[in-house]
Nanobody, 124 residues
Framework: VQLQASGGGLVQAGGSLRLSCAAS????????VGWFRQAPGKEREFVAA????????YYNDSVKGRFTISRDRAKNTVTLQMNSLKPEDTAVYYC??????????????????WGQGTQVTVSS
């Protein structure tokens, strides 16, 4: 499965962006899909995930209530709607697909397929 992330950009604090992850060579219906981010000098951090096992969504506490992950099965894409953005949300955002157990859904080590990343910059 090849993943392509898009939708990043520069936005002012309080603004919104919508990231999209498209799959080719496979379908998201067989995988859990996660979004991760990595800021300069920091480790890759879990943002959100859509679990295939139970159709539930999981979020990092820092983005709960602001970010929403959703699937579009017809388009074979997963989107991350980001509202009320903060400067600390600035990072390269990656989408990933895999079959982690629920207890490990926030671990980047468990996902086998990764997109190339898209830059999100939030100015203050």
């Amino acid at each position: 499965v090849q993943l392509q992330a898009s939708g990043g950009g520069l936005v002012q604090a309080g603004g919104s962006l919508r990231l999209s992850c498209a799959a080719s060579g496979g379908t998201f219906s067989s995988y859990s899909v996660g979004w991760f981010r990595q800021a300069p000098g920091k480790e890759r951090e879990f943002v959100a995930a859509s679990a295939i096992q139970n159709n539930r969504q999981y979020y990092n506490d820092s983005v709960k209530g602001r970010f929403t992950i959703s699937r579009d099965r017809a388009k074979n894409t997963v989107t991350l709607q980001m509202n009320s953005l903060k400067p600390e949300d600035t990072a390269v955002y990656y989408c990933a697909a895999g079959r982690p157990v629920i207890s490990a859904i926030s671990s980047p080590l468990i996902y086998g397929y990764w997109g190339q990343g898209t830059q999100v910059t939030v100015s203050s």
